[in-house]
Each structure stands twice: as C-alpha cells, then as structure tokens.
C-alpha cells in the first residue's frame, strides 16, 4: 500500500541489452551510436581532453569552487575515518587468520546529466574512491549538446580539483558498457585524434536513471556495483511537533529531481498533513521547477502516509526502505536509532536531506527502491576487498588434522583430508577399477 514508483528494472534489462551487447562486440562505433541515438550528440570519440578539464576549472566560479573545496575537505574528514586496518587472528599457537583489505585495482564512477548538474557526485563518488586507496579510477557523465559533446562543465571543474584526468563523455547503459568491456579505442571527445584505449574496471559505482540502474544489474558479476542507485526518493518521519514549512520544503527539494522522484510522508498527524498539504501548494508555486515537482508529487510514487502511532510509523518506514530518511518528531535521536531501514537518516529539523546532498561530509550515493534493506551507501568499504590470510606452523596444523580429515570424510571428500594426512607421511591411495593401487606407496 505504500507509495511506489512503477518502475520495472527487468524490463529495462531487456531494453538495454542490445545496447550493452553492441558496445562488448563492437567497441567504440557502438558506443557513438548510442551516443548519437540517446544524447543526440555526434561524436567521434568519448576521452574528454585534458585541455577541457583543465579549462573548465579555469573557468569556474569562485563561490562553487569554494563550495566545491568544502564539500570535498569535509568528505574526506568523514571517509577518511572509514578506512580499514588489516586484523590478524591468534586461533592457536601458531594457527593465525589475518583479514587483509586490499583496495580494488580500478573503478569506473557515473555521474549522472540529463534534468541536473551533479558536481556534488563527482565528489562523492570519487573521494571514498581515493581514500580506499584505489590506484586507478575513471569518470563518465553524459555528453552534453550545448557544451560541444563534452559533460558539463562544472562536472568537469569538480573531476579537476579532486585531480581526475580520466573522464568520458559517454551516459546511459553505453557507459556502464564501457567500464565493464573496456574500449580498443577510445578517441578524443569534442576534437579529432586517438586517446588509446579504455581499461575495463573491477567495480562500477555511482546513480543514475532507470537504464543505468538496468545496465548495472545486467552487468553484476562482470563488473562488481555499489547498489542500485536509482531516481531519488524521501521519507519524513513526523509528529507535530515538526514546522510544516520545513517538512514540505524537504519533500519538494527531492520531487525537484526528476519528474519520477518520490517524496513520501509519514505521520500520525492529520493536522500536520493538512498543513503540509497547504505548504507544498504554496511553496510549489513559487519554485523553480514547478512542472517537474508537480509531476512527481503527484505520481503514484509520493503521497501522505496516515499512522495510528510513531510505532506504526517506524514500521512503514522500514518496510519502505527509503533512500533518504527524515525524523522530525520528539526525541528525533532516540526514534532515528530504531531505524533499521534506510540509506541514509537526518536527524531532527536542522539536518535536512540537501545538507547531505552537498556538505554533511556523508555520502549522497545512497540505495533506492527499497535496496536499503540489505544494501549500504557509497563509502570507502564499497572499494575494499577482505581477503583472509591463513598461515598455520607444521604443529598447529597437525593438532586439528584429525578434525579436518572427519569433516572431510562427513563431506565425501576423502581428497580433502588426504591433503592434510599427505603432509604427516601419508602418501594418498589411487583408486583403480581393481581396487586400491600401490602404485606410488612407500617401498
């Protein structure tokens, strides 16, 4: 009963397919129909020059560049305290496991175009990529007409402060492609010439629209993902003690997205309702994007949720798993640490879901369409691997044999416990159709 968008990835799965398997068999002269068809962008290649990127830096306004410079000092802050330390394991004398995190060796991160400028997830895809430690990383954001087949320029200035040359000016399914499969040749965006190839990468982050959000689950095990980060979505948790003005402000600053956003509120409150209701009407008036907040307010994605009480309400909230979620009631602390459910939580009336869009130093790629229920947002976890490193003396592994060969034996997997006995003296028996060989035994 809970306000959903219709959106049906399988499908879309199906309908970028073709897109997908074009760019694996076919490269780049897939890649620029793709480009051509989707963007409405004739091009010749996608590796967005240095000169561009270095121009538009050059280029950009001192208070975004400022702005920029602080969302990234306080992104670092908090992901660089996420950084993990390897942890070794005494199980027995002489018997360690140690987890070891080792960063992967590249990663392809997709900033979306289309409605929107996304500098701010330039930042926040690149920063937790660079704290983990990840040695190689590319850029990729939708072509753009009016910027002569190049991504927007403040996309570009942002990939410039935080020192990414590596940018294409590739979108869409085509681009998830790209990152997967790698190009033979990439060519140079926006001017002739060659730039050489595209290295395929080992995980692919970022948001992106409902064909992106296709091409990454299509592409999942060729590629590692973060999560499905699809159009955006908000749920606000309510009593009456929050400002309507503040909670319809927050609900249309997320329907300002995209006409598919969803902005979703909770509440036991059919007063604060009511006068929700009347802000939005009066704030929607006097904004911006007026078309597009109306059509998402009004889709079957956003809407007023009425509970009995805040405990009916904490379970709506996660049954709906929201990308982001507000708590602006009594006690927001104390109801927010009973969440379970949600990408990211804004606790109280001075933390709303544009701080963290911009500057809370949290992550803004954050799972959506219920995906928080068993996926996290961006950080720097999302590049790290734990491996474990087992080393065991000849004594410690000579204590536990004998449980080893049992589970072996339980298991039917006498070779496994030949393995072990085979360091004792025991040389394996090789099975024949007469019965047991001699051959290789002791003599």
Same mark, same amino acid.
């Given at each position: 009963?809970?306000?959903?968008?219709?959106?049906?990835? +399988?499908?879309?799965?199906a309908?970028?397919?073709p897109?997908?398997?074009?760019?694996?068999?076919q490269?780049?002269?897939?890649? #620029?129909?793709?480009?051509?068809? =989707?963007?409405?962008?004739?091009a010749?290649g996608?590796?967005?020059?240095?000169?561009?990127?270095?121009?538009?830096?050059a280029?950009?306004?001192?208070?975004?560049?400022?702005a920029?410079?602080?969302s990234?000092?306080?992104?670092?802050?908090?992901?660089?305290?996420?950084?993990?330390?390897?942890?070794?394991?005494?199980?027995?004398?002489?018997?360690?496991?140690?987890?070891? =995190?080792?960063?992967?060796?590249?990663?392809g991160?997709? !900033? @979306?175009g289309?409605?929107?400028?996304? @500098?701010?997830?330039?930042?926040?895809?690149?920063?937790?990529?660079?704290? %983990?430690?990840?040695?190689?990383?590319?850029? %990729?954001?939708?072509?753009?007409?009016?910027?002569g $087949?190049?991504?927007?320029p403040?996309?570009?200035?942002? /990939?410039?402060?935080?020192?990414?040359?590596?940018?294409?000016?590739? $979108?869409?399914?085509?681009?998830?492609?790209? =990152?997967?499969?790698?190009?033979?040749?990439?060519?140079?965006?926006?001017?002739?010439?060659?730039?050489?190839?595209?290295?395929?990468?080992?995980?692919?982050?970022?948001?992106g629209n409902?064909?992106v959000?296709?091409?990454? *689950?299509?592409?999942?095990?060729?590629?590692?993902? +973060?999560?499905?980060?699809?159009?955006?979505? &908000?749920?606000?948790?309510?009593?009456d003690?929050?400002?309507?003005?503040?909670?319809?402000?927050?609900?249309?600053?997320?329907?300002?997205?995209?006409?598919?956003?969803?902005?979703?509120l909770?509440?036991?409150?059919?007063?604060?309702?009511?006068?929700?209701?009347?802000?939005?009407?009066?704030q929607?008036?006097?904004?911006?994007?007026?078309? *597009?907040?109306?059509a998402? #307010?009004?889709?079957?994605?956003?809407? &007023?949720v009425?509970?009995?009480?805040?405990?009916?309400?904490?379970?709506?909230?996660?049954?709906?798993?929201?990308?982001?979620?507000?708590?602006?009631?009594?006690?927001?602390?104390?109801?927010?640490?009973?969440?379970?459910?949600?990408?990211?939580? =804004?606790?109280?009336?001075?933390?709303?879901?544009?701080?963290?869009?911009? /500057?809370?130093?949290?992550?803004?790629?954050?799972?959506? $369409? $219920? /995906?928080a *229920?068993?996926?996290?947002?961006l950080?720097?976890?999302?590049f790290? *691997?734990g491996?474990? !490193?087992?080393?065991?003396t000849?004594?410690?592994?000579?204590e536990?044999?004998?449980?080893?060969?049992?589970?072996? +034996?339980?298991?039917?997997l006498?070779?496994?416990?030949?393995a072990?006995?085979?360091?004792?003296?025991?040389?394996?028996?090789?099975?024949?159709?007469?019965g047991?060989?001699?051959?290789?035994?002791?003599?």
């Amino acid at each position: 009963m809970l306000p959903r968008a219709a959106l049906d990835v +399988d499908s879309a799965v199906a309908q970028v397919r073709p897109v997908v398997e074009a760019v694996a068999h076919q490269g780049l002269p897939a890649v #620029l129909d793709a480009t051509r068809r =989707f963007d409405g962008v004739e091009a010749t290649g996608v590796r967005v020059p240095a000169e561009a990127i270095a121009a538009a830096e050059a280029g950009l306004d001192d208070a975004v560049r400022d702005a920029l410079r602080e969302s990234i000092r306080r992104a670092r802050l908090v992901h660089a305290d996420q950084r993990r330390t390897d942890v070794t394991t005494r199980v027995v004398p002489g018997g360690t496991v140690t987890e070891r =995190f080792v960063p992967v060796g590249r990663v392809g991160l997709y !900033v @979306p175009g289309g409605l929107a400028v996304y @500098p701010s997830s330039v930042v926040m895809n690149v920063v937790p990529a660079q704290e %983990a430690g990840v040695p190689s990383l590319a850029v %990729a954001s939708p072509p753009q007409k009016e910027f002569g $087949g190049l991504p927007h320029p403040t996309i570009l200035a942002a /990939c410039a402060l935080l020192g990414v040359d590596e940018v294409y000016a590739v $979108g869409g399914a085509q681009a998830i492609a790209v =990152f997967a499969y790698g190009l033979a040749e990439a060519g140079l965006s926006g001017s002739e010439g060659a730039a050489g190839p595209v290295e395929p990468v080992d995980v692919v982050t970022g948001p992106g629209n409902i064909w992106v959000t296709a091409a990454k *689950r299509l592409l999942r095990g060729v590629i590692g993902i +973060d999560s499905e980060a699809g159009t955006t979505e &908000i749920a606000v948790l309510a009593d009456d003690t929050a400002d309507p003005v503040h909670v319809a402000a927050d609900l249309i600053s997320q329907a300002e997205h995209d006409p598919a956003a969803a902005s979703v509120l909770v509440t036991a409150s059919t007063a604060l309702a009511d006068a929700v209701d009347a802000e939005v009407v009066r704030q929607v008036a006097v904004t911006k994007h007026v078309e *597009r907040v109306q059509a998402a #307010l009004s889709g079957p994605q956003s809407g &007023i949720v009425l509970v009995d009480d805040l405990e009916q309400g904490l379970r709506v909230v996660d049954a709906y798993a929201a990308e982001h979620l507000e708590i602006q009631t009594a006690d927001a602390r104390a109801v927010a640490a009973r969440v379970r459910n949600a990408g990211a939580i =804004f606790v109280g009336a001075w933390s709303p879901v544009s701080l963290g869009d911009y /500057c809370a130093g949290s992550n803004h790629v954050l799972p959506t $369409g $219920g /995906c928080a *229920r068993h996926s996290s947002g961006l950080s720097v976890q999302t590049f790290l *691997r734990g491996i474990h !490193v087992v080393e065991y003396t000849e004594e410690a592994l000579r204590e536990v044999a004998d449980h080893v060969t049992t589970l072996a +034996d339980a298991e039917d997997l006498p070779a496994h416990g030949a393995a072990v006995r085979a360091r004792f003296g025991s040389r394996p028996e090789v099975a024949t159709a007469g019965g047991p060989s001699q051959a290789g035994s002791p003599k």
